[in-house]
């Protein structure tokens, strides 16, 4: 099962790195899959430790892909580290091991804490929405202008029915890089 959340790192300086990420879990064992180059891998290297964050504030996931990774965070109770002070529950995870790939290396990893912090009380919609344009956004180097405009189209709609302040704020940061990017598209 993937699921999307968000992972915090450090590197050996102490500078914590918030980044979305779809991991692989299977019970208490995590696979992390981030895309070269990568600041997380990078960091995950160094130290070999790093949080998963589980977090219904959609604009943590839009906020990292758009410049805006100053969130609060808390102080690690097991490894080195911080969690989003946000977060519903974090887990804590030890390193077994990395195997190097060209594009995506794969990060084992296995949970040696894990606490819920508050109740989840589900997506809506426009959270979803924000997820998967977020996600879009993450690749828009890596696909067809066409297939973005239509997912998007796709997405909006659960956006113009369900969203909360938050998830339009959100949603209007990923609108303005996809802007950026398809003006960039277009001159080119």
Not at 158 to 178: D, H, I, N, P, S
Request: glycine share 4%; with cysteine.
């Amino acid at each position: 099962m993937i699921q999307e959340v968000i992972v915090t790192t450090l590197n050996r300086q102490g500078v914590p790195h918030i980044a979305p990420m779809g991991i692989h879990a299977h019970e208490d064992k995590f696979v992390i899959r981030p895309f070269k180059p990568c600041t997380t891998l990078d960091n995950i290297a160094e130290t070999h430790t790093a949080i998963i964050n589980y977090c219904d504030d959609v604009r943590i996931f839009a906020g990292c892909l758009t410049g805006r990774r100053n969130w609060p965070l808390k102080e690690a109770e097991k490894t080195t580290g911080h969690y989003l002070e946000c977060a519903l529950a974090h887990c804590e995870l030890e390193i077994e091991k990395i195997e190097d790939d060209d594009i995506r290396p794969m990060i084992f990893c296995k949970s040696i804490y894990e606490v819920t912090h508050k109740p989840f009380k589900g997506f809506n919609r426009a959270q979803f929405a924000v997820i998967e344009a977020a996600i879009l956004v993450s690749r828009l180097h890596m696909l067809p202008w066409k297939k973005i405009e239509e997912e998007l189209a796709y997405l909006r709609i659960g956006m113009e029915k369900t969203a909360g302040e938050r998830e339009k704020e959100a949603w209007q940061w990923l609108m303005e890089v996809v802007e950026d990017f398809k003006q960039g598209v277009i001159q080119a």
